[in-house]
């Protein structure tokens, strides 16, 4: 069990902990064991809608742009190259490299230097094509 995943255990033993002791100041033992299954209940759902919640977040503001290639069915699924200066290269599966720094997501040519590609608005976390200029 790794440090994630024991502290999910440790929230979801504590949500029944709280659920119980709140019903069971009411209900007696009775409630502390009803209190205490839907504390647990109350704790998954509320972890699950968490993650589902994140999982929009990243369907409508990717955090990297799709890949330049029409062709490519990949959805911005970047595999790291390696680490530079700045930012990181990263590869597309369909074999397309990119440059990663910041805001800017700019492809990496045959002979190593770099043209822009996208830059992510501020205002409205969404990513906006940039007019192609090469960079080294």
């Known amino acids: 069990?790794?440090?994630?995943?024991?502290?999910?255990?440790?929230?979801?033993?504590?949500?029944?902990?709280?659920?119980?002791?709140f019903l069971g100041f009411y209900f007696g033992i009775t409630g502390w064991i009803i209190g205490l299954i839907l504390g647990c209940i109350l704790v998954v759902i509320a972890?699950?809608?968490?993650?589902?919640?994140?999982?929009?977040l990243e369907y409508y503001f990717p955090s990297?742009?799709?890949c330049k290639n029409p062709e490519c069915k990949s959805n911005s699924n970047y595999v790291f190259v390696?680490?530079?200066?700045?930012?990181?290269?990263?590869?597309?599966?369909?074999?397309?490299?990119?440059?990663?720094?910041?805001?800017?997501?700019?492809?990496?040519?045959?002979?190593?230097?770099?043209r822009a590609y996208m830059k992510k608005d501020l205002l409205s976390l969404s990513?906006?094509?940039?007019?192609?200029?090469?960079c080294k």
């Open 1 to 21: 069990m790794n440090l994630p995943e024991l502290l999910i255990v440790i929230i979801i033993i504590s949500g029944g902990y709280f659920g119980g002791k």
């Open 127 to 134: 990513w906006k094509k940039e007019i192609p200029k090469v």
């Open 64 to 66: 990297r742009p799709k």
């Open 47 to 56: 972890y699950v809608l968490f993650l589902r919640f994140i999982d929009l």
């Open 82 to 114: 390696e680490m530079v200066l700045d930012g990181v290269i990263l590869r597309c599966t369909c074999g397309a490299r990119y440059y990663s720094t910041g805001r800017r997501f700019m492809e990496v040519l045959e002979n190593g230097e770099y």
